[in-house]
């Protein structure tokens, strides 16, 4: 199981820190990924960490700007987000090994 926090309503230009735990498995074996929905479109990817962490990818539109790390002795994941756009507007999921979380909701005024 995959349990996401720390969403919430936010400022153009301000950040947010989302967090994963995950429960019932040894997550820290896994690659683990954020992903992201807006409404009326498709999930997209926004960024994925490897099982060391020491390899990490990011979509576009938000690099340097959210950073992924993990804490394996924690089996969390975290998605540090800075210089929010109202774009980035969306329903955060945090996903591993064919499980997805709940989702949390983040939401960027102008």
């Known amino acids: 199981q995959l349990v996401e926090s720390g969403g919430g309503w936010v400022k153009n230009g301000e950040s947010l820190r989302l967090s994963c735990v995950g429960s019932g498995s040894n997550w820290s074996i896994f690659r683990m990924s954020w992903y992201r929905q807006a409404p009326g479109k498709e999930r997209e990817l926004v960024a994925a960490i490897s099982a060391d962490g020491a390899h990490t990818q990011y979509e576009d539109l938000v690099k340097g700007r959210f950073t992924i790390s993990r804490d394996n002795a924690k089996n969390s994941v975290y998605l540090q987000m800075n210089r929010l756009e109202p774009e980035d507007t969306a329903v955060y999921y945090c996903?591993?090994?064919?499980?997805w979380g709940q989702g949390t909701q983040v939401t960027v005024s102008s």
């Open positions: 996903y591993g090994e064919r499980t």
